[in-house]
């Protein structure tokens, strides 16, 4: 169950930072927990809203290796152009990457409560934590 805990640390860590996009190989690593179940385990953030999945294909020509499309939808069949090195590739299940993307929603309400988080720091002066103690605070 600690696995949760720490794909959950990782979600809230990442939405106080410019982090949009990530993949979950980022994640299993950062935790060292199975891909498999850092997976299970941001599908339920994304059942309540933290994160949406998306699905990327990626160029699979060696010297571009580029992301050609983002999608919620996940496609694995047709064509497509790449626009960076112009090849056309045929779309199979391993040049399709999944990707998630943290909700504004989400990320919104984390650096809020970072910032009440702070202004509570920034108000309890030494003076004032004195008053509240019936010992004397030690200088720094
Ligand atoms: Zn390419």
């Known amino acids: 169950?600690?696995?949760?805990?720490?794909?959950?640390?990782w979600i809230t860590?990442?939405?106080a930072t410019?982090?949009?996009r990530f993949y979950p190989t980022s994640v299993a690593k950062d935790t060292s927990l199975s891909l498999e179940e850092t997976f299970t385990y941001l599908l339920e953030a994304v059942k309540d809203n933290r994160l949406k999945l998306y699905w990327e294909i990626r160029c699979p020509n060696?010297?571009?290796v580029r992301s050609i499309s983002v999608s919620p939808d996940k496609i694995i069949s047709g064509n497509v152009t790449c626009s960076i090195c112009g090849e056309e590739i045929?779309?199979?299940?391993?040049?399709?990457f999944p990707i998630f993307e943290i909700t504004?929603?989400?990320k919104a309400r984390i650096s809020q409560k970072k910032t009440k988080k702070n202004r509570v720091v920034f108000s309890m002066?030494?003076?004032a934590l004195q008053r509240r103690l019936p010992f004397r605070v030690p200088c720094q």
């Open 90 to 96: 045929k779309i199979t299940p391993d040049i399709v």
């Open 62 to 64: 060696l010297e571009c």
């Open 125 to 127: 002066s030494r003076a």
């Open 104 to 106: 504004p929603e989400y």
């Open 13 to 15: 860590e990442a939405a």
């Open 1 to 9: 169950m600690t696995g949760k805990w720490d794909v959950d640390d």
């Open 18 to 20: 410019p982090i949009y």
